[in-house]
């Protein structure tokens, strides 16, 4: 299930592209079939493993093409182990919502993208999240759960601020949002025949993408899409040091250690 519109983000091959807070990976799968260089963090060593362990199964089915590369790196969002100006796209999906200091994670973004590059940011939309809200404490309130939520206008705001030039946007997951709300409204941890329908549901949509549900999100993510996505790009004229790239840094790293 992806969130992101590759063409959007005008990802081409041979480009460094960044997920950050990748999770499982979903985001940096189809960023390596697509050809670019990716380079996946996340905090958790779970996420870590797994995320490599996929990307590894699609290098050896042959899914990527000829000149793609992966490395998978567990990283703080809030100091990214990065050169200034070193990667081409960033992709944050669902993750902002989780940091308390998100302004120092957009300057982050900033930081390291090359002058003219594009990053996308996507978070759970207002609307949508606040109705998760107000039905339930526990789809929130726990550690590592979200701890805000934004309007599309003050997430454009705070990407300016942090120097980045929003630009085009839309909504996805229009499917999601009442299966969210209906585990909110039974309780997010119990069972439920509905919820497991509706569930059934959503698993037919991805694995068959059947013309009907397809039209219908289509027609529905403007109304209740479930999260907002956001494309920024670096103006050009931005005064950053672009003398190491990204990729392979934490390999440099760890045999720049080894040898003092």
């Not at 329908?197 to 109304?223: F, G, I, N, Q």
Request: one cysteine or more; aromatic letters at 8%; hydrophobic letters at 40%.
């Amino acid at each position: 299930m992806l969130t992101v519109d590759y063409d959007l983000l005008d990802l081409r091959p041979g480009m460094t592209v960044l997920d950050l807070g990748c999770g499982e990976g979903r985001h940096a799968f189809e960023a390596y079939r697509r050809g670019g260089r990716v380079v996946a963090v996340d905090w958790g060593q779970s996420e870590v493993e797994t995320t490599k362990r996929w990307l590894g199964a699609i290098a050896e089915a042959g899914e990527a093409p000829e000149g793609a590369q992966y490395e998978v790196v567990r990283g703080d969002l809030l100091h990214l182990p990065f050169p200034d100006a070193s990667v081409d796209r960033v992709m944050a999906s669902e993750v902002l919502e989780h940091i308390p200091d998100d302004a120092t994670a957009m300057r982050e973004i900033f930081r390291v993208l090359k002058p003219g590059g594009r990053a996308v940011v996507t978070v759970p939309r207002y609307g949508p999240e606040r109705v998760c809200w107000a039905l339930s404490d526990q789809y929130h309130a726990n550690e590592g759960g979200h701890i805000r939520i934004y309007r599309g206008d003050v997430l454009r705001a705070r990407l300016a601020t942090a120097g980045l030039t929003p630009g085009k946007s839309h909504h996805a997951h229009a499917l999601h949002a009442p299966f969210w709300w209906l585990k909110c409204a039974v309780g997010v941890e119990k069972d439920s025949a509905l919820v497991r329908a509706y569930h059934r549901l959503l698993v037919w949509d991805l694995t068959e993408r059947p013309l009907v549900t397809r039209l219908a999100e289509k027609v529905l993510d403007p109304l209740i899409g479930k999260s907002f996505v956001v494309y920024a790009d670096k103006p050009a004229t931005a005064a950053t040091d672009a003398r190491t790239g990204a990729f392979g840094v934490a390999e440099e790293r760890e045999r720049s250690a080894a040898t003092h």
